[in-house]
C-alpha cells in the first residue's frame, strides 16, 4: 500500500567496531505516505507501509498488542495499529547493527470521528486531536448540548480517554421577567326586614317578634325613638343601612325594622420580579414574609416553623442554541382569615395560594403567558317566618335576603433575554434622585427629601432629559 506523503525521519546509528566506538553516518526511514518525521502515527484499525533507505536484516517490535508489523522485502515494512498506545519499532543491519529505532503511535481513528461531527453538529467548530491512547475536544461551540452531543460521540471511540476543552460562546446568562397581575372583586348585597308587636293584657305582657330576629323582647320602641337603631338590634349587626319606624297607642306598640346593605370591594396586586441567572443554575425570588406556624414534635413540646408568602419565584435556564429552556415554579399567597384554625386559645391563620410549576422553552425577548385563573364564586340566601313570608307584599316584612358574588383573576406573563454584564455606571437605582434634606429645606421649606440628578454615566443621562410635558399613552 502506497500513501500520499512521504515521512523522513533523522536517524542516528551507533555502530560499535573492535577497539573502540565509531560514529557513522545517520540513515533514513522513509514512510511512503509521509512527509519527514521522527515519529510513525497509524490510526487504529489502520496500516501504513514504510520504507528504508538500507536494507535491514531483522526487525521487532517492543508491544505487539499496540501494532503488528510484517515484512514485504528487505527495504519494505508493513505496519498494522491494533490498539491505542506508544511502542517502538527496531531495525537491525545485517551485521546486527542498530540501524534505527522508530516510535510508532496508535491513535483512535479521528478521521471518521470529525466527518461525523461534522454531519451532527454542522456549523460547530469542533477540532479533534489524538493524545496519547485518547482524544482531545477543542473549540467554541454555541451551546452546552452541543458539548454533550460531541463528547457522547466521542466516547465511542475512545471510551473513558476523553479530554473536554470546549467552551460556550456567546451569553450563557438569562435574566427573566415576571409580571404577576391579580384582581379581586366582590359585591355583597342583603336585604331584611323584621317587626315586633307588644301590649299588655289581664296585668301581663304580650310580645311578638317577627322577620329576621334582630329586635330585643323589649321595649322596641322605646328604642326606635331613642336616636340609635343600634339598639334595636340584638345580633350586634351595625346600623348601616338601617331604617325603622313605629308607633303606639296605649299600652299597644308596633314597629318595623328595615335594614339594607350593599358592600364592594376591589383589590389589586401587581408585581415585577426581574432575574438574571447563569445557564443551567437556579434562582429565586421572594417578595412578602414569613408567617409563624407552631408545629408539635414527637415529645409532646411546640416549635415554630415559619411559612412563606407572598410573591414567590423560582426559575432555572437552560440555553440550547437559540433558545431558551425555562423550568419555572411560581406561586401568589395570602394570609386567609377565613381559612383559619383554631384550638382553644391557639388560633393559626389559612393561606390562600395559586401556584404554578412548567416548563417552557422561548427565544431571546419572547413572552408566555404560563398561567391564568379566572374564578368566579357566587352564593344567595334566603330566610322567612313560615307561611308569613309567603303573603304577597306583606311577605317581604318576614323574609331575609343576601346575595355575596366574588371574582378573582390571576395572570402570569414571563419574557426571557439573554444579557451581558455592564459597567457599574450605565445603571440608575431609584436613590439616585434622592438625597435628605437639609436644615433649610426641611425647617423653612417643609422638604422630607430633597431631588438629586446625578451628572455621569447614563443615570446622568436620564436625569438630564426633561419630562415635564405631556408622554405615554392616552386611551379614550
Known sequence: MR????IRAALL???????????????????????????LDIPMNRAVVVESDVPFAELSIANPGIADISTLSDRRIYVLGKEPGR???????????????????????????KE???????????????????????????????????????????????????????????????????????????????????????????????????????????????????TAVASGLASTGVA?????????????????????GFVRTLAEPNLTALSGQSASFLAGGEYPVPVANENGSVTVDFKPFGIELNFTPRVVGKNINLRLDAEVSSIDAAASFTDGS??????????????VEMHDGESFAIAGLLQDDFSSATGQVPW???????????????????????????TAH??????????????????????????????????????SGAAGEVARQDFSGSYGYVLE
Open 3 to 6: 500513501m500520499k506523503t512521504i
Open 13 to 39: 546509528g551507533i555502530a560499535v567496531a573492535a577497539g573502540g566506538t565509531l560514529p557513522v553516518s545517520a540513515n533514513t526511514l522513509r514512510v511512503m505516505s509521509g512527509a519527514a518525521s521522527s515519529n
Open 87 to 113: 511502542t517502538t519499532l527496531t531495525l537491525l543491519g545485517p551485521d546486527g547493527s542498530l540501524i534505527t529505532n522508530v516510535l510508532v503511535r496508535v491513535t483512535p481513528d479521528i478521521s471518521e470521528l
Open 116 to 230: 461525523r461531527l461534522r454531519e451532527v453538529l454542522p456549523g460547530e467548530p469542533i477540532e479533534v486531536r489524538p493524545a496519547n491512547d485518547g482524544l482531545i475536544l477543542s473549540g467554541t461551540v454555541t451551546s452546552a448540548a452541543a458539548i454533550d452531543r460531541a463528547l457522547d460521540m466521542a466516547q465511542r471511540y475512545a471510551p473513558g480517554r476523553v479530554s473536554n476543552l470546549m467552551a460556550i460562546g456567546g451569553s450563557q446568562q438569562v435574566l427573566l421577567k415576571v409580571r404577576f397581575s391579580e384582581m379581586n372583586r366582590s359585591v355583597r348585597k342583603s336585604l331584611s326586614s323584621s317587626i315586633a308587636f307588644n301590649g299588655s293584657s289581664g296585668g301581663g305582657d304580650v310580645g311578638f317578634n317577627g322577620g329576621n330576629g334582630t329586635f330585643a323582647q323589649d321595649n322596641n320602641l322605646a328604642n326606635l325613638f331613642d336616636g340609635d337603631p343600634a
Open 244 to 264: 325603622s319606624i313605629g308607633f303606639g297607642v296605649g299600652n299597644v306598640e308596633f314597629a318595623v325594622l328595615l335594614e339594607a346593605l350593599e358592600s364592594k
Open 346 to 359: 391557639t388560633s393559626i391563620a389559612g393561606f390562600s395560594t395559586r401556584s404554578t410549576s412548567t416548563t
Open 388 to 414: 308569613l313570608g309567603d303573603v304577597p307584599i306583606l311577605g317581604a316584612l318576614f323574609r331575609s335576603a343576601e346575595y355575596e358574588r366574588q371574582q378573582s383573576e390571576l395572570v402570569i406573563i414571563i
Open 418 to 455: 439573554l444579557v451581558t454584564p455592564t459597567t457599574g455606571e450605565a445603571f440608575a437605582l431609584p436613590t439616585d434622585r434622592v438625597r435628605p434634606p437639609s436644615e433649610h429645606e426641611l425647617f423653612l421649606n417643609g422638604k422630607v427629601a430633597a431631588e438629586r440628578r446625578p451628572q
